[in-house]
């Protein structure tokens, strides 16, 4: 299979992440090493659609490599949903002359690569880059290092202010559907209580808590809560409810935002993102196609990608448990 990919295209789709400009090095440079031409496409799926791409040489991809975002650009193409986009996609791809793809994305990016694949013969291969770490057959994605420690430096932040103060702070973290950010930066910030997607704690319990802290002499209290917890309130709402119920508590809220998104890649993120590019290359020079790369035990790894986005990959529900032992 070697002498039948010549040219690989790429691109980033979904929510950029940093380590992503990484990521696009490592491929442009592995295509570069085994001496096989490399395009970028702009704007995800919707550059593929329109044939908007970019040569990316060895010398394309300097100095990006600790560059937060993405130098291509990034989308959730809704034309690339219709089976007319896709159509129109395959015919560009045919044009420019590409014969194997990497896709850099989240679970979205890898649903879009599995209907083409079905659609059109052309091999390609996932790279997992969300900061939601939201994907099996990987223990980590491709920016989700960097986007913990930026959480994780907002909320030292708050605390001070919080404890400054003496108030209760609501601080929510990106993701709708995971609740690794919120989770591990949670422990990581020593949160009081941490209100994640994947578990409904109750408000019952979060007034208890809450209740308990005032009554230990803390004198500031943050919670963290995911976009997508699954109490049903969101965070604005969540604050108003506990100083309904605990007047002697001041709240405030804190969306941090897409903030979370960007930054220079944690050096974690850099190496995943170096290591995942060359086995993406790699692996379509070897003939696989329809699979995705991961890091499994400090070991790059390859699965199904319908495998990778059949199912959820769970939290760690034993941090659930340490929060809860030491936010007493
Ligand atoms: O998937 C990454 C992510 O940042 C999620 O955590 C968040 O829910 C979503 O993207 C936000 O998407 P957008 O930038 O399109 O509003």
Redesign the pocket.
């Known amino acids: 299979m070697r002498e039948t990919i010549k040219k690989i295209g790429v691109l980033t789709s979904?929510?950029d992440a940093p380590g992503m400009n990484a990521a696009l090095r490592a491929v442009a440079r592995a295509c570069s090493y085994y001496d096989v031409e490399c395009v970028g496409f702009y704007r995800g799926y919707q550059g593929m659609i329109e044939g908007d791409y970019m040569k990316l040489d060895a010398r394309s991809v300097k100095n990006i490599i600790g560059k937060g975002g993405t130098i291509l650009k990034s989308a959730?193409s809704t034309e690339f949903r219709t089976e007319e986009g896709r159509q129109k996609a395959y015919e560009s791809l045919v044009k420019a002359e590409v014969d194997g793809l990497i896709l850099i994305g989240?679970d979205g990016t890898f649903n879009g690569g599995v209907v083409f694949g079905k659609e059109h013969k052309i091999p390609f291969i996932g790279i997992p880059g969300?900061?939601?770490n939201d994907i099996v057959g990987t223990n980590f994605t491709i920016g989700y290092d960097t986007a913990l420690n930026t959480v994780v430096d907002a909320i030292d932040k708050i605390r001070d202010t919080a404890s400054s103060h003496n108030r209760l702070f609501f601080v929510e973290v990106?993701?709708?559907d995971a609740g690794f950010i919120a989770l591990n930066a949670g422990v990581g910030a020593g949160a009081e209580e941490i209100l994640i997607p994947e578990e409904d704690l109750g408000l019952g319990r979060l007034l208890e808590s809450l209740r308990k802290s005032k009554a230990r002499g803390k004198s500031s209290s943050i919670v963290i809560v995911s976009?997508g917890d699954k109490i049903g309130k969101n965070v604005f709402e969540l604050a108003e409810y506990v100083t309904q119920n605990l007047p002697n508590y001041e709240a405030r809220v804190s969306v941090l935002g897409?903030m979370q998104?960007g930054g220079s890649p944690s050096c974690f993120d850099r190496v995943l993102a170096s290591r995942f590019g060359v086995k993406a290359v790699e692996s379509l020079l070897d003939g696989k196609t329809d699979m995705m790369v991961g890091i499994i035990n400090n070991e790059i790894v390859l699965t199904s990608i319908e495998e990778a986005i059949k199912t959820t990959h769970d939290i760690n529900r034993e941090l659930l448990r340490i929060s809860d032992i030491l936010s007493v």
Do not use: P, Q, S, V
Request: charged share 40%; glycine share 30%.
């Open positions: 979904g929510g959730r989240g969300t900061i939601d990106m993701g709708r976009e897409h998104r």
